[in-house]
């Protein structure tokens, strides 16, 4: 009998954690990413701001997953699966064939039906977006030290991020960082302190995810580094020379775009229910109703649990991997399916170089302790022995003396191809 | 009186050499370069093989000048001289005036002539040849895996390098070192050792600019690490499939140009004489026959000593800039002009993971203890801390284990626009 072949789409924390779990599975399976590297997707706004360089937080799958024997790595684009004939059709027309198939393809950025604003507020979840965003940042200064007219200055010093969660938070703060201090000294026509870091957020409140004491101690420490946070200001307009607010019109030559990601349109293809961010709303064992040999698992996935639905963070993701590779094996040994529980161990952000909030469930805390914290948990959980020595050297470096190590700029400065290559990965 | 204006186009090792020994010159310096960082190019290769990323080796120019109280740094590309009018000419129309001009652009790759073959065959000159390399020779091996043609496949496993400098020595033995050791056990349906790696050499020896024995020594451990090289064998033709020597087509998918460059194209608004590979003929203070004012450093020079000619390394480059700025404060101080004099104190390349040659005129070595001295030289050269760190310890990683630190495609796999920028960047 032929074995029990499991396609997996997606080599991020669902697809990597469910592979690694079923190494040990009487199972084959092909792994396929259109990238060739795992991504530690908390950290990638380090990279946006020249904090790291990307092999910092990537690590090939293929070395990942080297010494697991029942599995391939595959580097291709899905166009769409097929339900009816269990098979999944790549870009160059390759078709594959499986027994088990497990989405975990993640999300992107969307921008409530404003696709128009796509190129003129890019957003960060892929390393493409970093670098680019990183481009953009560090190409805004240089834009205002050549300026020779004050307006025209002012909207390349000015910068917005919209989207007040943990990624809108994290970029805000370091940008503000660079401004003031990393950047000082540099430029001789302009004062990089002088920069205006604005963070709008739609709600009420930043961090909405936290509690709301841990949602004011943030506000207040980004406003100490020179953030300025502005809540209950949904976003109207955004084009190249800035965007509306309030009926105001901002200049600001970048805005950052952090507030709203929308599932892989690769869902679209199963032909079944989409919740309205484009997610699959699952079965409480991960697998799609109607079809019990396709699993979701990570941001693509739509659950409630305890009348909340479960986030899209790094955490949830893994252990949703972790379920369905169990479910396979239940599977395939005959048992019974087990509904997935989300097991939250709480919530982290970080503010600046040494500021974070902390939150695990009733133990909240702020400032530096959270920051340790913080920085202990991503590195432990980076995966890789010198990704993890390498983070922490910049770190020590940039706890010292606020220098960031990857301030490049690849490619010529009026290179639009650099530009457009993010509207295209869309 | 105005102060003494200087303009120094090019901020490599010449340019920023110059600069920096300016510095308690009573002049005012403006820095241009078309990038906003400093290369450290002899690594260069390190970051095409995926060994280091593209932060390692550059530091930002603004960042290594901010503490000169006397010098500008101006993100721009020169379009061309006025040397009537002593200005410069930049790429968004501005014009800069100078007292005196200094010219460090260095050199790009050349291809005889062929520049049909340019695309086909990238060189390693700047931070985008290396990341553009890097994909392509990632891809190659992914491509491999992918292909089910047996003779497709050979071609993807197939790569030459032309040149047998110590540019294409490096190359080759480390892409040899990356398909036997690196890469193993990561693929499936490949055996990256079965990659065939060709080094190819017009002339009859490789490392033409090193005693014979050395060359011989280092063809030695590059065969010994897989590598064929190929000698008296000038390529006649590249497309995109393969190359042609010897009358003979070789189906090789990835070549890479090691093997000519020419001067900057910017010499030539001079209006003065050069040499066939466009270099200026200086004048033994280095500056140009019939402009006092404007002087040449680095690769753009052509200086002929004790009847051979200055070679195009950076220790002259560096040597030179110093130079030039020697001449400039002699010049203030109303001093005659000293004639240049190159101290050349050896020559090194490395070969692959634990081998090298090293000549120190008169002191030759090889092997183990050459690869030592190599890295010492390399890591103390550099510049920063920080990057001092981080290239010491991806080679630690890489001595024990063989990995590459760098390992990651950035873009889609079948995104031929980071292709084609390589050849606009020209």
């Known amino acids: 009998m032929a074995p029990h072949r499991i396609v997996i789409v997606g ?7 469910a592979t690694r779990a079923l190494s040990k599975a009487p199972v084959e399976i092909l792994l396929i990413d259109r990238a ?5 997707q908390p950290l990638l706004y380090q990279v946006a701001t020249a904090g790291l360089s990307s092999p910092d937080i990537a690590a090939p799958l293929r070395h990942i997953l080297r010494g697991q024997k029942n599995v391939e790595v595959r580097l291709a684009s899905v166009e769409r699966i097929e339900p009816a004939a269990r098979r999944v059709v790549l870009d160059d027309g390759n078709v594959v064939g499986y027994d088990t198939l497990l989405l975990s393809t993640g999300a992107t950025h969307a921008y409530f039906g404003h696709d128009s604003w796509a190129p003129h507020a890019p957003g960060l979840k892929t390393l493409d977006d970093a670098l680019l965003l990183r481009r953009r940042l560090l190409l805004a200064f240089e834009h205002a030290e050549a300026e020779t007219d004050a307006e025209k200055r002012r909207a390349w010093l000015n910068f917005a991020i919209v989207g007040g969660g943990p990624t809108g938070v994290e970029l805000a703060g370091t940008l503000a960082e660079i401004a003031r201090h990393t950047l000082k000294r540099e430029f001789r026509h302009i004062d990089p302190a002088s920069a205006r870091v604005r963070l709008i957020e739609a709600g009420p409140r930043i961090l909405s ?3 709301e004491s841990l949602s004011a101690k943030a506000q207040k ?9 502005v809540t209950g200001s949904p976003v109207e307009a955004i084009d190249g020379q800035g965007y509306r607010s309030g009926g105001v019109f901002v200049p600001a030559r970048t805005v950052v775009w952090a507030a709203g990601v929308a599932a892989s349109p ?6 079944v229910e989409l919740d309205r961010a484009g997610r699959v709303r699952v079965a409480p064992d991960l697998s799609v109703p109607g079809h019990p040999e396709i699993f979701i698992a990570g941001d693509l996935a739509a659950l409630t649990q305890d009348g909340k ?3 899209g963070v790094a955490p949830a993701a893994k252990q949703m991997g972790k379920h369905v590779a169990q479910s396979i094996r239940d599977r395939l040994a005959g048992r019974a399916p087990r509904p997935f529980r989300y097991r939250d161990f709480g919530n982290l952000a970080t503010i600046g170089r040494m500021a974070a909030v902390v939150d695990l469930h009733g133990l909240h805390f702020s400032g530096l302790i959270a920051w340790w914290f913080w920085l202990a948990a991503h590195v432990f959980f980076l995966i890789g022995f010198r990704n993890r020595l390498v983070v922490l050297l910049n770190w020590a470096v940039a706890y010292w003396s606020y220098q960031r190590a990857a301030r490049i700029i ?3 400065k009026d290179d639009t191809s650099a530009d457009e290559k993010d509207t295209e990965a869309g």
């Open 11 to 17: 080599g991020g924390f669902a697809g990597l954690w």
């Open 309 to 311: 639905p479960v986030p």
């Open 221 to 229: 420490q980004l406003e100490r580094l020179g953030v300025e946070v």
């Open 209 to 211: 995810s936290f509690p």
């Open 36 to 40: 060739n590297h795992h991504l530690f």
């Open 266 to 271: 690769l869902a679209r293809s199963l032909g």
């Open 410 to 412: 690849i490619g010529h």
